[in-house]
């Protein structure tokens, strides 16, 4: 995103990756590496940053606006961050956020978040992780083209708030898949996804970005 936009949005946007490595140089081989150097990067070390700003797993973000207020928190996969900053950037407000993350007054406004048996959820995320394991990472066609792509994955992501209103703990369970690169790569790649997820046979939705 900086480097497709650094020049237009200057100053008015900073990136900032926290790392959670052991070491500091664990840090400055991986940004090498990744040729993340327009990203301002910190090491964790031993702050208590994930346990302030309630970090459960990684990747996380936190979306700051340009006024200094929080307004999203969770998986990126689970946001076009990109349209959220020139959303940001004109002054609007995020839409699509539920949980406390946007307004305080904000209602369920059709987002996916719904009543869910959360045991039921948790077999389907192991679901989903071993059969990922054993067939989608070991998929030899798969791998023959993932490396043409900018950007290959695919993630189940569950978010769970509770609504004081109803009293009631809802969750959104999706699939959100993003596939950028060449078209042949992306279509092997899609259609490869595709067979592994009918064969998960998630309650999970599916979203794509390609």
């Not at 990747?59 to 959303?87: C, F, M, N, Q, W």
């Not at 703990?169 to 596939?179: D, G, Y």
């Amino acid at each position: 995103m900086l480097t497709h936009h650094g020049s237009r949005w200057g100053d008015k946007v900073r990136i900032i990756g926290i790392s959670i490595d052991q070491t500091a140089e664990a840090v400055v081989k991986h940004v090498k590496a990744k040729k993340w150097e327009k990203v301002d990067h910190f090491h964790r070390a031993g702050s208590s940053a994930d346990e302030d700003y309630g970090v459960k797993g990684v990747p996380h973000v936190v979306l700051i606006d340009t006024h200094g207020k929080i307004v999203y928190i969770g998986h990126p996969a689970s946001r076009d961050l990109e349209k959220d900053i020139e959303t940001l950037l004109k002054g609007d407000t995020l839409k699509g956020i539920s949980g406390g993350a946007g307004d305080d007054d904000e209602e369920d406004d059709g987002t996916g978040y719904t009543e869910r048996d959360l045991d039921s959820v948790g077999n389907e995320m192991l679901t989903f992780k071993d059969l990922a394991h054993t067939k989608l990472q070991k998929d030899g066609t798969l791998k023959g083209f993932t490396p043409q792509l900018m950007r290959d994955f695919t993630v189940l992501v569950r978010e769970s708030i509770y609504d004081t209103t109803k009293e009631k703990i809802l969750t959104k369970f999706e699939n959100i898949n993003v596939l950028v690169g060449p078209q042949v790569a992306v279509d092997k790649a899609k259609a490869a996804i595709e067979s592994f997820l009918a064969e998960v046979k998630g309650s999970f939705t599916t979203s794509w970005r390609v």
